[in-house]
C-alpha cells in the first residue's frame, strides 16, 4: 500500500496482466493494492476500520471493493471509498471491467450449505 501498510483483503483479485514479468506468485503480501478487494464484515469489525480499508485499497490503486454484510446479507459495492451501490438477495454480483463476464447471485453467497 501506498501507506506502507499491509492490508489483507479476505479475499483479492489481481489481473494477470499485473502479474506479467512473475515466474511464480508472491510469497506474502502482494505489493500494491489488488484490482479487486473484497471484504467480510465480522462482528468485531468498526465502520472506521472499514472506511480506514477502504481508503487505503483505493489510494493504492484498487478498482473496486464488494464489502459483504452477512448479517443484513447484503453488499456493499465500491469504485471510490464512498458506496456506489447497496446489493441484496434478488441481485448480481459483477466483476465490471475488473474481472469481464464475472456475475453471481448475491443469494449464492448466502445460501445453506448442501452437501
Do not use: C
Amino acid at each position: 500500500m501506498k501507506s506502507g501498510n499491509k492490508r489483507s483483503p479476505d479475499l483479492s483479485f489481481v489481473a494477470r496482466e499485473r502479474l506479467q514479468g512473475l515466474k511464480r506468485l508472491p510469497k506474502g503480501f502482494f505489493v500494491g493494492a489488488p484490482d479487486l478487494a473484497v471484504e467480510v464484515i465480522s462482528p468485531s469489525n468498526t465502520f472506521a476500520e472499514i472506511h480506514s480499508k477502504l481508503v487505503e485499497y483505493f489510494d493504492s490503486g484498487a478498482k473496486l471493493v464488494w464489502v459483504i454484510n452477512p448479517d443484513e446479507q447484503s453488499v456493499l459495492v465500491y469504485r471510490q471509498p464512498q458506496p456506489d451501490k447497496l446489493l441484496k438477495l434478488t441481485d448480481s454480483l459483477d466483476g465490471e471491467e475488473v474481472i469481464p463476464g464475472f456475475t453471481l447471485l448475491v443469494a449464492e453467497l448466502f445460501a445453506e450449505l448442501d452437501f
